[in-house]
């Protein structure tokens, strides 16, 4: 787009959630009877903020800090339990009932006759809340009158003969469906949601609230859900999807409210170094110009679960060339779930990018050592390098792995 890089800041969904909903009662963002219970979230109150958007579920833990600001207690965590999962429970209804050689033939004649289908059902899955004996509404005579062709049996004897046969109708131009076959397109993933939180729950302690936000917490249902599981923890604001973007603004004119961060992984950078039998495997064992080292060592610079300030100055780690007359130097950075990892081999590592490294024009590099920085707070990863006898700070660009 043509930003340049110093002008373009990435926000973290649920972080500027969190920051317009603790800015936001006070203006207004939340019914006046959630505004008043909830209060304006005083200094040292921890809440958890659910992001339900689309795709997935986004969910981190914050705390109001003695001058306002906010720190992470927990890294952000979530999974794939967005309202599209309920969007592909209603297709595999349609599957189980009309098979998929039909609904492949519909989507192939019928296209926007399927299309306005979906969108009926997200009309109809954003405002059910449960409380109704069934859902019914507009249906393609098309797609009735093709499974009839295609299979020779009216779909009334094989919606009855199905394992849903109790569920569903079509009465003329419509389809009836059962409040207790609609929620079950819901409960797998609101199961996983109330699992998530609950077990966060356990791991952060004294959390007073859970804010929903983002455009699946407006689904009646789900609210109603987590209100019966968790009571009067749960609020929400009056407009769910339009927090993110709002708190985005936000952050954008307060970048640093948001001051203590959790890392979510170990981040390290991969080296040799001297080999010692008696702690390095064998298989890593390597013989260069007559010296024995052990390759692809884990050199951590970050621990997974590490609190880190935004700015904070962190340790830095020596690490040389491997020969003369280079131009540039290559590290390659690698993450973990483990908190000390020996080899960026071992199981849950996985690579991270490449740092390539701008080296002064010397001849003995091997006798230069670099010192490496991963600095991390903000909402991305920076490397700070100094080459250590010149005092010299170096260019370095640092390519992620897709």
Same mark, same amino acid.
């Given at each position: ?38 209060? *304006? ?6 809440? !958890?903020?659910?992001? +339900? ?11 109001? +800090? ?9 890294? %952000? ?11 592909? %429970? ?24 399927? +299309?306005?289908?979906? %969108? ?54 419509? *389809? ?35 804010? !929903? ?12 859900? !987590? ?17 993110? +973007? ?157």
């Amino acid at each position: 787009a043509g930003i340049d890089n110093d002008s373009l800041t990435i926000a973290l969904e649920p972080e500027v959630a969190s920051i317009y909903c603790k800015a936001g009662i006070k203006d207004c963002a939340f019914e006046k009877k959630d505004a008043e219970r909830i209060g *304006i979230l005083k200094k040292n109150t921890k809440y !958890m903020i659910l992001d +339900l958007g689309g795709g997935t579920a986004d969910i981190t833990c914050h705390e109001v +800090l003695e001058d306002g600001n906010l720190a992470e207690l927990h890294h %952000a965590t979530g999974g794939n339990y967005g309202g599209t999962n309920v969007d592909e %429970a209603f297709r595999q209804l349609l599957v189980k009932i009309f098979g998929t050689n039909v609904i492949k033939e519909f989507k192939r004649l019928y296209l926007d006759d399927y +299309l306005e289908l979906l %969108a009926i059902f997200e009309r109809k899955k954003r405002l059910f809340d449960g409380k109704s004996d069934k859902v019914i509404f507009s249906f393609p005579y098309r797609l009735l009158e093709l499974h009839e062709s295609l299979c020779g049996v009216d779909i009334k004897r094989d919606v009855w003969n199905s394992p849903v046969g109790n569920d569903i109708e079509f009465p003329r131009g419509k *389809i009836s469906i059962l409040s207790s076959q609609f929620k079950s397109f819901f409960d797998t993933t609101v199961s996983s949601i109330i699992q998530q939180v609950s077990e966060l729950l356990e791991s952060v302690p004294d959390l007073s609230y859970i804010i !929903m936000v983002g455009g699946f917490s407006e689904s009646p249902y789900v609210y109603n859900r !987590m209100q019966e599981q968790f009571g009067e923890m749960v609020f929400r604001p009056i407009e769910p999807s339009s927090t993110v +973007l709002k708190g985005a603004v936000l952050f954008g004119e307060h970048h640093t409210i948001i001051t203590k961060r959790i890392s979510k992984y170990s981040y390290g950078i991969a080296r040799m170094m001297r080999f010692k039998p008696d702690i390095h495997r064998l298989d890593k064992r390597r013989e260069i110009d007559g010296f024995v080292f052990v390759d692809d060592v884990f050199n951590s610079h970050i621990e997974v679960g590490q609190s880190i300030e935004v700015g904070q100055d962190v340790e830095g780690y020596e690490y040389f060339p491997a020969t003369n007359g280079l131009t540039q130097a290559v590290l390659e950075v690698y993450a973990s779930k483990t908190r000390n990892p020996q080899y960026v081999t071992d199981e849950g590592c996985f690579p991270v990018g490449l740092l390539t490294i701008d080296l002064s024009p010397y001849e003995d590099h091997r006798h230069w050592p670099l010192r490496v920085k991963i600095l991390f707070g903000g909402t991305e990863l920076t490397v700070d390098v100094l080459e250590v006898k010149t005092n010299k700070s170096l260019k370095v660009t640092l390519s992620l792995v897709h």
